[in-house]
């Protein structure tokens, strides 16, 4: 598991282009030497459903048995796909594929093309709150190892557990996609890491929130990481320049977003003419 406090930097690479393809670029980034490599859980690639798209927990499967230390997960896994109790014992795997590498990323669902096209249910935002938050009243429980029966609204299980235990104990740590109050509210109580997206006055406002949250309910807000997904569209919104065009770029992304406590920084992947760059940039910064 990353550690609370200290800066860190991921790559999320999308999952379109061929498998050979990812999986040379996962070995080249993991010994660029990220943090931790990500992809997403769709049916579709949202800002382009025409592209192809491999399936994520099969493909994170694979390219963490290609890999061998940087930390992998999916940014972030939708409720609406799975039974949690799926979800958790599909982690549990993974964890023992990746020799306890495993950054076990949940969110509750928000790409309504795909849902639509496939026909599972998406549901209106309260009730997909309702069911993300009993998820992870599953989720957690059974990953540690526990025996649970759980009656909820939305989910039932009864004597239900799950072996062999993870690799990671007391799990592997649980990275919760969240933008508004009830779902940072939802964060306060299981997240390891908070994931987020937006700009930099969004992620001071959702970060203050989060701590509003965590001092409710007595737990140390240094104890989450706090995450942003920082992709090219959202950065040239703010005016802020391509990470991996320099050094000095670099510096200018991390250092308008470290300022408002976000202690890790999830990037698009360099394009190939960026490499030396690239290179660069990750060997000052380790």
Avoid at 87 to 105: C, F, K, N, P, Y
Avoid at 233 to 256: C, I, K
Avoid at 263 to 286: D, H, K, N
């Amino acid at each position: 598991m990353l550690e609370p406090g200290r800066l860190s930097f991921g790559v999320a690479t999308g999952q379109t282009a061929p498998y050979p393809v990812l999986a040379d670029r996962w070995r080249y980034l993991e010994e660029l030497g990220f943090d931790s490599i990500w992809h997403f859980d769709h049916f579709l690639q949202p800002f382009d459903p025409s592209l192809p798209y491999y399936e994520g927990w099969t493909l994170l499967a694979a390219l963490a048995a290609r890999t061998t230390h940087v930390r992998v997960g999916l940014l972030v896994a939708s409720n609406t796909f799975r039974h949690p109790p799926l979800l958790a014992q599909q982690a549990i795997t993974l964890d023992h594929v990746s020799g306890g590498r495993l950054e076990l990323g949940i969110g509750a669902g928000w790409f309504m093309e795909e849902h639509d096209r496939f026909g599972v249910p998406l549901y209106e935002p309260a009730v997909r709150v309702d069911r993300f938050e009993e998820a992870l009243e599953i989720i957690d429980p059974l990953l540690r190892g526990e025996t649970v029966s759980y009656q909820g609204s939305h989910y039932q299980l009864s004597q239900a557990r799950l072996r062999p235990r993870p690799v990671q104990s007391p799990r592997p740590p649980l990275t919760l996609g969240a933008h508004r109050p009830r779902m940072l509210g939802i964060c306060a109580r299981y997240a390891d890491r908070w994931n987020s997206t937006g700009t930099v006055e969004q992620m001071a406002d959702r970060n203050r929130r989060l701590d509003e949250a965590c001092h409710r309910i007595g737990r140390d807000p240094a104890q989450i990481i706090r995450s942003v997904l920082a992709g090219g569209t959202n950065l040239d919104s703010q005016g802020l320049p391509d990470a991996w065009s320099s050094v000095d770029a670099f510096a200018e992304v991390v250092g308008r977003y470290a300022e408002v406590g976000v202690g890790e920084l999830i990037f698009e992947p360099p394009q190939p003419q960026q490499y030396a760059t690239a290179e660069r940039i990750m060997s000052e910064v380790r």
